[in-house]
């Protein structure tokens, strides 16, 4: 019962978001949203939506007993004497995203010729750290989206009635193949690979035209094709009269045959699946039918979805009851929370692993339509998500995607200002996309990173923390304070880490994750950076770079590293490790922009959304003398500065133009 209760919710989820951004457009017809021009006066945001709420919760109460506020953990030098490590994984780009198809044009930009300058600043600090960053367009949008050739006044993206079988809140998206050339531009600048869903509302005529476009168009930008969201549900929300995981995977078999005989799919093994929202079925349900064996050789991912709970009582009339967030907030601030939401994967991803096969968290986030008041947008969600994602990895998941839904959810990691205007500096940023910045640092870009879970401090739910090796070496260890204690200083911790034999270094760095409160929706910093505060974004990091030095003591083997109550602390053990040093990305992207392809006829414009300044050229083009500025030679081989270089400009023989939007 529980298990279907929670399932349903997460579907809802995704209904929400769409149902959201039919709220949306209906104040702001879709029409206007896209023919607004950059030059506008730029209005105040209204602060009405969810993303913008500013209740505060109280946080929870110390627990009694509390955990020790001083603790040893004694860690292994090489990875070879280290049980239960986790596989290497992809990396830093553990954490994704996932974007709803309706909200497409909020978050990417409005068609393939007008990016979202923030956006693309906010997936350069992650591709700074992590190498690049993985997204998935789609959700319950993408059973009925359409291509069609045009949609009236050339925009890219539009929505229709999805019909009277369908739940109704659903509408179809509608999407021109432009929807491809903005995120193989997107892709230009930045390395970003795609992953888009084929619809399964018609098993019969299957309609394959977004697998054609994508790889098509994307290329090796394209990372695979979902077949299937949340199946578990389709017979719930009346998708199909009746479905089994057996009915699924015969589904899934159809699908192989008719993509075989297509010749426009030249790519035939990069199916995502069964994408269940351990639901109505566990994920065991669909492995029992044969699942892995049968489909492996197309298979690119094994692929789930699932977030911890919902609030669709207080967003639909769906009988529930309706959740106070107050007393779900502390299900979310220990350890336990993380190890719940992982623990019914942990075989899947042993049959992943297996199979060599990869293992995804597709979509998922604090709770299901549209997160908790005061939880999905307070620091201790950036905790959590920090949590949730080593423990995922931990398990020998490679990605998590945090599900960006429209304004009026609280989970976003990043939100555009809800109106019709391109203000650059007004987004507002969520905490999950700071545990994404944290996931980044902590896995790098070797490609070699394996995390295990501590269980220190006698195994407190409190105080949480996870070794990581790199090159087969101790890398980082990630501590973890969930306690709040009211600014007392009473519950901060102590944290010795010792190396047996190989001894401590002299020094270790340390960054730290910090608010004032657990429950705090403001002033979020990363190694004393932020983001900025509601409508203040911009996409890039705001103040000095601060990174602790702690001095250790070798004699004693033995380094000490407080973890203030709360806050999360990353220890890094070798000081020569890059991202040590990154602070804001050296990588910007112009805060106003207008450039142009000038020298061929057949590439049109690419017009960068526009804002209010100067910086970001001067950041990216002029060269900077801040931490994490690149060489000339690393900005040559970077393609995604190119658009707003000088030297890129070189590189790509065109000319640019440059021109400033002023707007007040
Ligand atoms: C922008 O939205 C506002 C409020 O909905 C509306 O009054 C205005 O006409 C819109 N502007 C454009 C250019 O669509
Ligand atoms: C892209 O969108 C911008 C902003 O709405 C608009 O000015 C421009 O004409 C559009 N480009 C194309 C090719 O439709
Ligand atoms: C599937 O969705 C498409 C696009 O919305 C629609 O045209 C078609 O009728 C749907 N098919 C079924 C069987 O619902
Ligand atoms: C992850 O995989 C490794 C290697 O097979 C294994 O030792 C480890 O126990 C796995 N992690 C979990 C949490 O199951
Ligand atoms: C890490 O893996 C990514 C994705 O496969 C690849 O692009 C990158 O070159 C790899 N990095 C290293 C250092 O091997
Ligand atoms: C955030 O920090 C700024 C600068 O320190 C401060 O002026 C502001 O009052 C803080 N806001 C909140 C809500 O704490
Ligand atoms: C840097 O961070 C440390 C640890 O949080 C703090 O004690 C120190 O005051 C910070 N320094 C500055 C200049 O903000
Ligand atoms: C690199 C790339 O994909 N560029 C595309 C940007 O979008 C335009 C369409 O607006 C395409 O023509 C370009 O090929």
Redesign the pocket.
């Given at each position: 019962m529980r298990a279907a209760s929670l399932a349903a919710l997460t579907t809802f989820s995704s209904i929400l978001s769409t149902a959201q951004a039919v709220t949306v457009y209906g104040q702001i017809p879709l029409a206007q949203t896209l023919s607004v021009t950059s030059t506008e006066t730029a209005a105040v945001p209204q602060a009405t939506y969810a993303a913008y709420d500013e209740t505060q919760l109280t946080p929870p109460e110390v627990p009694n007993p509390a955990p020790a506020t001083a603790y040893t953990l004694s860690l292994q030098r090489d990875a070879a004497a280290v049980a239960g490590l986790s596989i290497p994984h992809?990396?830093g780009s553990f954490w994704g995203f996932s974007v709803e198809m309706s909200v497409i044009n909020q978050v990417l930009g409005r068609n393939s010729s007008f990016l979202m300058v923030p956006f693309l600043n906010l997936m350069a600090n992650l591709q700074e750290r992590a190498?690049?960053v993985v997204i998935r367009l789609g959700g319950n949008t993408q059973e009925f989206a359409t291509q069609v050739d045009s949609l009236p006044d050339g925009h890219t993206f539009g929505k229709t009635d999805s019909g009277s079988t369908q739940t109704t809140k659903t509408p179809a998206v509608l999407y021109t193949p432009d929807m491809f050339y903005m995120a193989s531009n997107i892709s230009a600048m930045l390395n970003i690979g795609w992953f888009f869903g084929i619809p399964f509302n018609d098993s019969v005529n299957w309609r394959l035209t977004i697998a054609e476009q994508a790889q098509n168009i994307l290329g090796s930008n394209l990372l695979g094709l979902q077949a299937g969201n949340e199946p578990d549900f389709y017979q719930q929300f009346g998708r199909r009269q009746t479905y089994s995981p057996a009915m699924y995977s015969n589904e899934i078999q159809q699908l192989i045959e008719t993509i075989d005989q297509n010749p426009r799919i030249p790519v035939k093994n990069m199916l995502l699946g069964p994408s269940v929202a351990t639901g109505p079925w566990t994920p065991e349900q669909v492995w029992e039918t044969g699942f892995i064996d049968r489909f492996k050789e197309r298979l690119m991912a094994l692929t789930v979805e699932h977030y911890p709970n919902n609030n669709c009582a207080a967003n639909f009339d769906t009988g529930g009851k309706i959740i106070d967030p107050q007393s779900v907030l502390p299900d979310y601030l220990t350890h336990t929370a993380a190890v719940e939401l992982v623990r019914p994967y942990i075989n899947s991803a042993n049959l992943a692993q297996a199979a060599g096969k990869p293992l995804y968290m597709f979509e998922t986030n604090t709770a299901s339509c549209g997160g908790f008041k005061g939880v999905s947008n307070s620091f201790g969600a950036a905790m959590w998500g920090v949590d949730y994602g080593m423990q995922m990895a931990a398990a020998n998941f490679t990605h998590g995607m945090f599900h960006v839904g429209g304004q009026n959810v609280y989970y976003n990691p990043f939100t555009s200002p809800p109106t019709n205007q391109s203000q650059f500096n007004e987004w507002t940023i969520g905490p999950v996309y700071y545990s994404a910045i944290v996931l980044a640092e902590a896995f790098g870009?070797?490609?070699t990173s394996r995390i295990i879970d501590l269980w220190g401090n006698s195994g407190s739910v409190y105080t949480p923390s996870y070794a990581i090796y790199e090159n087969d070496v101790l890398s980082k260890v990630a501590l973890f304070n969930f306690i709040d204690d009211r600014g007392t200083g009473a519950h901060h911790q102590q944290v010795t880490i010792t190396i047996p034999n190989a001894g401590v270094p002299s020094t270790v760095k340390v960054k730290y994750l910090l608010a004032d409160s657990i429950t705090a929706l403001n002033n979020i910093t990363w190694a004393g950076q932020t983001l900025g505060n509601k409508f203040e974004v911009d996409g890039r990091f705001r103040g000095d770079l601060n990174v602790t030095t702690i001095n250790c003591d070798t004699a004693a083997n033995s380094c000490t590293v407080p973890v203030p109550s709360p806050g999360f602390a990353l220890v890094f053990l070798d000081n020569s490790t890059p991202q040590i040093e990154i602070g804001q990305a050296s990588q910007t992207f112009a805060t106003t922009a207008h450039t142009r392809v000038r020298n061929t006829a057949t590439v049109d414009p690419v017009v960068l959304a526009t804002s209010n300044g100067h910086s970001g050229m001067n950041r990216a083009g002029f060269g900077s003398t801040s931490h994490g500025s690149v060489s000339a030679a690393q900005r040559q081989t970077e393609v995604a500065t190119a658009g707003l270089t000088v030297l890129g400009a070189m590189v790509l023989g065109c000319a640019w133009v440059v021109r400033s939007l002023v707007h007040s």
């Open positions: 992809v990396g190498g690049g870009k070797t490609n």
